[in-house]
């Protein structure tokens, strides 16, 4: 973007309206690079034993879970509350979340949250220091924002028996995604031209990428570095099966967003909790005019410069459909059909005009999920202002985006907001500017 509107000015004045975006544009861009290097120095990482938070903790914590729901479940088995969510980026994840947020909110559980921004200091390696107020010792029960993994680390929060789980999409649907919601932010795309810059990109990736330039990671295998490997390593490097086995052993389930129903059914059983408990409304989805459509060409190329994390998503797909086998296919039929009974039930309550609307329609704020830079492509919801008062709360639980419910939860989020209010304003203005040239 920089290139580009160095172009459109060159040879012109530089009055004092562009000498003003120029400036705006300088600030954005330390605004980016100090969003993505900060990091808390204070605490060294330590492997000792009082890092470590005891089972005993963990056990204890689980007398918050009072509802007659969790405890008629009991009856059969023990409701889980320690959990570890590795949220990958554009998988759903924060549909999960939102589930993993109303469930600790509603049993008192103790999060584990990062100190003035919505993730742990991404794409920084996970640290315990990144927890806002951690002490060595510190016990928590569910540890689910956004980070580089770091199992070593994130092992110290939590007690012996917490249940790690993440979410994998395909990695050329998320490839798509990704570069759609982050190239603005990954100065390696702002010189592709023409407007269909994902086709371009595919067809010449090397001569739009270089390993080491800034935000890259957001381009090639996510998910590879999501978990903290290596994401420049070609499909046949003997350590991408290495590190994929090396993964494995730390997640007790993997959910697959093209099954996301069948995926929630298995996380019920796993964590052994109600449906009314993984009811959801989709969220973070994104207009579908926003979405390119790739040819059958295109992608097979993503796949191929994606190849880790093809890989990757065969391995826990297979393994998913291993699940579903020992569930039961019949089983799992007749549950997802009561989810989506249910979920349909509280769309007819909750939700304004049936479904999701663009984000300049969206009435109240509280409901208005954050956007890429530069644009409003993410859909949200309007909450019925009429209804019964005993649906009002889940309701606006169920439609709240992430950074709200972080501020909710009382995550001081000071640097995202900052971050969010310069982006917005930049290009804002940068429209502004572009529609008066254009008139």
């Not at 890989?311 to 039929?333: D, I, P, S």
């Not at 919801?381 to 709360?393: A, G």
Request: net charge positive.
């Amino acid at each position: 973007m920089w290139y580009k509107m160095m172009s459109d000015i060159r040879g012109k004045k530089c009055t004092p309206l562009t000498r003003r975006l120029i400036l705006w544009l300088l600030l954005i861009n330390i605004m980016l690079v100090l969003y993505s290097l900060t990091n808390p120095t204070d605490l060294n990482r330590r492997d000792s034993e009082e890092d470590t938070c005891p089972l005993r903790m963990g056990k204890l914590s689980k007398r918050n879970v009072t509802s007659k729901s969790m405890q008629s479940q009991s009856e059969r088995c023990s409701p889980k509350v320690n959990i570890m969510f590795m949220k990958t980026h554009k998988t759903a994840s924060s549909t999960v979340l939102n589930i993993l947020f109303r469930f600790g909110d509603k049993h008192r559980l103790k999060f584990a949250f990062p100190d003035g921004r919505n993730d742990f200091f991404y794409p920084s390696p996970f640290l315990c220091s990144q927890v806002k107020d951690y002490r060595p010792g510190d016990c928590f029960n569910i540890v689910c924002n956004h980070m580089r993994f770091n199992h070593q680390e994130v092992a110290k929060l939590l007690p012996p028996d917490a249940v790690y789980i993440t979410i994998l999409r395909d990695p050329v649907d998320l490839f798509e995604s990704s570069f759609h919601y982050y190239h603005r932010a990954v100065p390696l795309t702002w010189r592709i031209n023409g407007d269909n810059k994902l086709a371009e990109f595919l067809n010449n990736p090397r001569t739009y990428y270089s390993p080491d330039a800034f935000n890259a990671f957001y381009l090639r295998n996510l998910l590879f570095f999501d978990f903290g490997f290596e994401n420049n390593l070609d499909a046949d490097d003997p350590r991408v099966i290495r590190d994929i086995h090396h993964l494995s052993r730390h997640l007790d389930l993997v959910l697959i967003a093209e099954y996301f129903e069948e995926s929630l059914i298995l996380l019920k059983d796993k964590l052994c909790w109600t449906m009314e408990d993984i009811m959801y409304f989709k969220l973070n989805a994104r207009k579908s005019s926003s979405v390119s459509k790739l040819s059958t060409e295109l992608r097979a190329k993503a796949l191929s410069w994606n190849g880790a994390d093809w890989k990757l998503y065969q391995h826990f797909n297979t393994t998913f459909w291993a699940k579903v086998e020992v569930f039961g296919k019949e089983r799992m039929r007749q549950e997802v059909k009561e989810l989506r009974r249910r979920n349909a039930e509280m769309k007819a309550i909750c939700i304004e005009d049936g479904g999701a609307v663009e984000a300049q329609k969206i009435q109240d704020r509280r409901f208005l999920p954050w956007q890429p830079v530069g644009e409003s492509s993410i859909l949200g919801y309007n909450m019925k202002k009429h209804m019964d008062l005993k649906f009002r709360t889940i309701c606006e639980k169920m439609l709240t985006p992430e950074i709200q419910y972080l501020s909710d939860l009382g995550v001081s989020l000071w640097l995202t907001r900052l971050w969010g209010w310069l982006k917005d304003s930049v290009f804002y203005s940068v429209t502004w500017i572009r529609t008066l040239q254009l008139n």
